[in-house]
T-cell receptor, first 110, second 115 residues
Framework: KNEVEQSPQNLTAQEGEFITINCSYSVGISALHWLQQHPGGGIVSLFMLSSGKKKHGRLIATINIQEKHSSLHITASHPRDSAVYICAVGLEGGADGLTFGKGTHLIIQP | DAGVIQSPRHEVTEMGQEVTLRCKPISGHNSLFWYRQTMMRGLELLIYFNNNVPIDDSGMPEDRFSAKMPNASFSTLKIQPSEPRDSAVYFC?????????????FGPGTRLTVL
């Protein structure tokens, strides 16, 4: 079974700091997703990547297929960015469902 | 669109009882997924449907779990009999089409507590 590792597990930072969350996976994938889970429990899809880099507002996601690694960056972090960020992969040639990392719990303090 | 709708939002039941969780996917979406989230294991895929047909149920923990999708707008996940270790948040998600390249839209989840 594919293993998806995220780091760090927990991250506390001050408002305005640049945040990086990392995701590594061990086998071939078709696509990688970054999800955000709010304190209330709702899950929202942020990005889907199969190569390169995507940007949406203050969020940037990158993926390096050769190194089996992805990063999620948050610029000018804000307390409302506090959430759990989850990396999920779709396996290459595999089923359509996603395999998830355990998530990174981010707290941005004012 | 109302998004993915799940009911109930919270369910508390006693061990041995039957539990039925319900999901209405976004209209026009052809793929539906059931996931379970626990503190220990995080999010896990239980089963997914494509065009109402179960494609992969390898994540269903055991025979006590069953899922159906009788039509494009409704799916159920049933646990019978329920056990305390089934306590978790169960999410339903849908996407426009199958495949890992499509964005999945998650419902609010059903928090299940089995006493």
């Amino acid at each position: 079974k594919n293993e998806v590792e995220q780091s760090p597990q927990n991250l506390t930072a001050q408002e305005g700091e640049f945040i990086t969350i990392n995701c590594s996976y061990s086998v071939g994938i078709s696509a990688l997703h970054w999800l955000q889970q709010h304190p209330g429990g709702g899950i929202v899809s942020l990005f889907m990547l199969s190569s390169g880099k995507k940007k949406h507002g203050r969020l940037i996601a990158t993926i390096n297929i050769q190194e089996k690694h992805s990063s999620l960056h948050i610029t000018a972090s804000h307390p409302r960015d506090s959430a759990v960020y989850i990396c999920a992969v779709g396996l290459e040639g595999g089923a359509d469902g996603l395999t998830f990392g355990k998530g990174t719990h981010l707290i941005i303090q004012p | 669109d109302a998004g993915v709708i799940q009911s109930p939002r919270h369910e508390v039941t006693e061990m041995g009882q039957e539990v039925t969780l319900r999901c209405k996917p976004i209209s026009g979406h052809n793929s539906l997924f059931w996931y379970r989230q626990t503190m220990m294991r995080g999010l896990e895929l239980l089963i997914y449907f494509n065009n109402n047909v179960p494609i992969d149920d390898s994540g269903m923990p055991e025979d006590r779990f069953s899922a159906k999708m009788p039509n494009a707008s409704f799916s159920t996940l049933k646990i019978q009999p329920s056990e305390p270790r089934d306590s978790a948040v169960y999410f339903c998600a849908s996407s426009r089409a199958g495949g890992p390249y499509n964005e999945q839209f998650f419902g609010p989840g059903t928090r299940l507590t089995v006493l």
